[in-house]
């Protein structure tokens, strides 16, 4: 390998392991990039994501940038679909098996997807940036003969290793034999696209590595596993889900992304910059913001929600949604911001309206509990008054100013 080669080898490997958890083997990856370069031939990297609910969200991000990166130095990406896996359900680490989803209700989830995944991978799928593919076009082509001989791959002893089952067990939480499957049909995938790299975040490790004893035994090349850290929600506690509700979706708008992050608690701030920006992840970069994070958080904090928000938007879209954060939240002007919202008169007889009432009628609870909790919270108010009974009375005719948390807000009028 002449020495032009090995820098290019050396150069891309540091740029792809940066940030990582796992990599499944080094030396392996250092040996493909090797024969890629030499070839001219790109490597195969695969990422699955199966479509179990309609957003895409910061979480994925991280893997995502990472399988950009490896588009960038001109690899080739497999993207796929898991519209067979989302439907067996996968635990990844949770207590309990994730729901199983009908085929239908895979497909509604699909279309917006990928959408959200072009928000960071490019798509131009004519030049070879990205191959997209939907892993029920092999399975449910499949017959009960092929199904039989992919479990008769795997012992029962080597999938209880995965760590989720081993704790779910040890706690004498059930664990269904379906879910055995999950890991050998994501394995299977890789053999099918013939992967060369699989990116997964940590909790799919067990499964990449599954992937690597199929393709073994099929006589391909095993391929390289590389992970990606879990990103903290924004509660601080549990890694992103919007079944948590802690999560910053991808398809947020610009306003709606910028204040999530603004709400981030300031001791994950140096570990969102790391993981979603380009900037504060070089080396200068970080330097800079993490000695503005130690002296001035809010204001590293809003710029690293202009820097997110703009990744996904745009830059001036970022700006306009850091100026009205500014004016709306630090200035307490909501007064030129706030929507007028008409309540129709035959809601409210008497001209008022219970408040737990009113929020679910202006949309900003989806549940009359929410409602309690939040005005529990003393996250509600009332032209500036903080309201502490879910059952006090909001008189309408006076056009009061209602404020649930930091972003909703509304001028409420009665209607005819």
């Known amino acids: 390998m002449s020495d032009a080669a090995a820098t290019e080898v050396e150069r891309q490997s540091r740029l792809l392991l940066h940030g990582v958890v796992d990599c499944e083997k080094r030396d392996e990856l250092s040996k493909r990039l090797q024969k890629s370069i030499a070839s001219g031939k790109p490597l195969r990297v695969k990422l699955g994501l199966d479509p179990t609910s309609t957003d895409l969200h910061l979480g994925h991000a991280v893997v995502l940038r990472k399988l950009r990166q490896f588009q960038d130095l001109g690899?080739?990406?497999?993207?796929?679909?898991?519209?067979?896996?989302?439907?067996?359900?996968?635990?990844?680490?949770?207590?309990?098996?994730?729901?199983?989803?009908?085929?239908?209700?895979?497909?509604?989830?699909?279309?917006?997807?990928?959408?959200?995944?072009?928000?960071?991978?490019?798509?131009?799928?004519?030049?070879?940036a990205i191959e997209v593919v939907n892993n029920a076009d092999w399975f449910l082509a499949k017959g009960f003969g092929d199904f039989i001989r992919l479990c008769s791959k795997m012992t029962v002893a080597r999938m209880v290793?995965?760590?989720?089952?081993?704790?779910?067990?040890?706690?004498?939480?059930?664990?269904?034999?379906?879910?055995?499957?999950?890991?050998l049909l994501q394995g299977q995938d890789s053999v099918e696209v013939r992967a060369d790299v699989e990116l997964g975040g940590t909790d799919q490790l067990f499964n990449l590595l599954v992937g690597r004893d199929l393709q073994s035994d099929a006589g391909q090349a095993p391929q390289v596993?590389?992970?990606?850290?879990?990103?903290?929600?924004?509660?601080?506690?549990?890694?992103?889900?919007?079944?948590?509700?802690?999560?910053?979706g991808l398809a947020f708008p610009a306003d709606d992304m910028f204040g999530k992050v603004m709400s981030l608690p300031d001791a994950l701030m140096l570990q969102y910059a790391g993981l979603l920006t380009a900037r504060f992840a070089a080396a200068e970069g970080a330097a800079e913001f993490e000695k503005m994070a130690a002296t001035?958080?809010?204001?590293?904090?809003?710029?690293?929600?202009?820097?997110?928000?703009?990744?996904?938007?745009?830059?001036?879209?970022?700006?306009?949604?850091?100026?009205?954060f500014d004016r709306v939240f630090r200035d307490k002007d909501v007064e030129g911001e706030a929507p007028v919202v008409s309540i129709p008169a035959a809601d409210a007889p008497t001209g008022k309206l219970w408040i737990a009432e009113l929020?679910?009628?202006?949309?900003?609870?989806?549940?009359?509990?929410?409602?309690?909790?939040?005005?529990?919270?003393?996250?509600?108010?009332?032209?500036?008054?903080?309201?502490?009974?879910?059952?006090?009375?909001?008189?309408?005719?006076?056009?009061?100013?209602?404020?649930?948390?930091?972003?909703?807000?509304?001028r409420v009028v009665l209607g005819r």
């Open 75 to 128: 690899h080739h990406a497999i993207f796929i679909v898991g519209g067979a896996t989302a439907m067996l359900g996968d635990p990844s680490g949770r207590d309990k098996t994730r729901p199983q989803l009908t085929k239908e209700q895979v497909e509604a989830n699909a279309k917006t997807y990928l959408e959200q995944a072009f928000k960071v991978v490019r798509r131009d799928e004519a030049n070879g």
């Open 161 to 183: 290793e995965r760590d989720s089952f081993a704790k779910r067990m040890a706690a004498g939480t059930p664990v269904s034999i379906h879910e055995f499957i999950y890991p």
């Open 225 to 248: 596993c590389i992970t990606t850290p879990l990103l903290p929600g924004l509660d601080g506690k549990q890694k992103m889900s919007k079944s948590l509700g802690n999560y910053v």
């Open 296 to 324: 001035d958080p809010r204001a590293a904090k809003a710029a690293l929600a202009e820097e997110i928000t703009a990744s996904f938007h745009s830059k001036e879209a970022a700006q306009s949604a850091r100026q009205r």
């Open 359 to 410: 929020l679910l009628k202006l949309g900003f609870v989806a549940t009359s509990s929410e409602a309690k909790q939040l005005i529990a919270g003393r996250g509600v108010k009332v032209d500036g008054e903080a309201v502490v009974d879910w059952k006090a009375e909001v008189d309408l005719t006076r056009g009061p100013l209602v404020r649930a948390g930091k972003r909703r807000f509304a």
